[in-house]
């Protein structure tokens, strides 16, 4: 059951401290397991405890209906390959904890970009000094979005876009459906 | 109340205290469902406290996962 829970994102609220989130909820029994969609809805409950020969086809099921691919990778190579097999674009978001990164992943954020992420493969890539990718892409001032063909033998030597950041969120969805307008597989 | 649940937990976890380890946090304390330490073998289900709630939800959005949150008592 443990490898089954590691498919959920898992958070123990209790009653002292964790008050909010009752109320956010509106649980008001104890134990109470609700199960979230990846955007936040619940999609179900239940009152009481299960023993784990329950509790894991369930896990199972929620994990298959309503877990879906990630909207930002973390690994450079994971997301090349999906980006490859997918046929998509591959856009590497570099970011640090300046203000500006955090800003332009607020603009991500909004609604506007959701369909772009079906239709490109994103990952996240924190400049730093040792920052692999970083210098592979030539990025030494984040925030910036590189939009690359995953099929090239070298994405990096030729990128489709770079789209830097202090954007709005319209003026990043413009840019991203311009490169993906560009990309040929 | 309080006691009642406590004892339908203990009760139905098979008693004895248990631990669960949470990621980025730490939490020790008695069984709860689904029984952190009662896990069905494969060592114990690790768990945010709530104190990570805020960085569970964007984690889901942007990893793909669903959320399962428990509410159980401070015991």
Redesign the interface.
Known sequence: ???A?E????????????EE??DK?K?ER???????????KK?DEFV??????E??PL?KS??EK???????HKEYDQALDRAKAESKPLALFFFDAKQASVDYAKALDDKSLEELFEKIVFV?VEVKKDSAEAKRYGVTAPPVIVVANPTSEKPESNPIRKVYGKKAAKDIKRDLEEALKRFKP | M?IL?LA??LT??GGGPYS?R?EGAS?E?PS?????G????????????????DG??T????????????????F
């Open positions: 059951m443990v490898k829970s498919s959920l994102i898992r958070v123990l609220v209790d009653n002292k401290g964790g989130i009752f909820h649980v104890m134990p109470t397991i609700l199960f979230l969609d990846p955007d936040g999609v009481g405890v299960k023993p784990p020969e509790l894991e896990l929620v994990t309503f877990g879906r691919k990630p909207r930002f996240k | 309080r649940a339908a937990l139905v976890a669960a949470a939490y304390g709860v469902a689904p029984a952190p009662r896990s069905g073998g494969g060592g114990k289900i690790k768990w945010r406290t709530h104190k990570g709630y569970a939800l984690e889901a959005r942007e990893s793909g996962k669903p959320l399962m949150l428990y509410f159980t008592a401070d």
